[in-house]
T-cell receptor
Framework: DQQVKQNSPSLSVQEGRISILNCDYT??????FLWYKKYPAEGPTFLIS?????DKNEDGRFTVFLNKSAKHLSLHIVPSQPGDSAVYFC???????????FGTGTSLTVIP | DTAVSQTPKYLVTQMGNDKSIKCEQN?????MYWYKQDSKKFLKIMFS???????INETVPNRFSPKSPDKAHLNLHINSLELGDSAVYFC??????????????FGSGTRLTVV
């Protein structure tokens, strides 16, 4: 029972262009969302988060958008850099909960 | 200075054996977790401890037993290993039990292969 889905297993983007990674969730009670970035042979690292009271959160080149009615969030990276090549996981939780539900990840390749 | 360290990084063992994976965090976090990433790359929580107390115990076989001797350590012991236990196991920690302040800090994972 996968409550968080990332339907694109991979994405390739030219350096300097925008990368858009998508995530859908099924539980309308989720109210906190995070994106993690993972390099090979390393653990995921926290990238950016958003709570359900917002529809956008920005941190440098990274912006997360939340569309609660569509149960959809996206991560925009602009401009994309080769060092952004990694697997990106989205995760969701209840603020009153104590666990995150993860998607299966999208592997981003930024082509120089 | 590794924030969340887990050992070993790789573990190859035969079916039926008992093995342990150790995890330590030096962040002063209150909550620690074990996650399993299966062959489909699905990261799923197994256990969560807050201040040495078990707060999440998802449906995992009894052969998996977590032990938290103190707030900074959460070890995972697995009895009678089976082929289906092959996966990458991640330890993580968070400031509080909700994990909503900066999310989790993950270790680099332990790739367990059961042959």
């Amino acid at each position: 029972d996968q409550q968080v889905k990332q339907n694109s297993p991979s994405l390739s983007v030219q350096e300097g262009r925008i990368s858009i990674l998508n995530c859908d969730y099924t539980n309308s009670m989720f109210d906190y969302f995070l994106w993690y970035k993972k390099y090979p042979a390393e653990g995921p690292t926290f990238l950016i988060s958003i709570s359900s009271i917002k529809d956008k959160n920005e941190d440098g080149r990274f912006t997360v958008f939340l569309n609660k009615s569509a149960k959809h969030l996206s991560l925009h990276i602009v401009p994309s850099q080769p060092g952004d090549s990694a697997v990106y996981f989205c995760a969701a939780s209840l603020l009153t909960g104590n666990q995150f539900y993860f998607g299966t990840g999208t592997s981003l390749t930024v082509i120089p | 200075d590794t924030a969340v360290s887990q050992t070993p990084k790789y573990l190859v063992t035969q079916m039926g054996n008992d093995k342990s994976i150790k995890c330590e965090q030096n962040l002063g976090h209150d909550t620690m977790y074990w996650y399993k990433q299966d062959s489909k790359k699905f990261l799923k929580i197994m256990f969560s401890y807050n201040n040495k107390e078990l707060i999440i115990n998802e449906t995992v076989p009894n052969r998996f037993s977590p032990k938290s001797p103190d707030k900074a350590h959460l070890n995972l012991h697995i009895n009678s290993l089976e082929l289906g236990d092959s996966a990458v196991y991640f330890c993580a920690s968070s400031q509080d039990w909700t994990g909503t302040n900066y999310g989790y800090t993950f270790g680099s994972g332990t790739r367990l292969t059961v042959v």
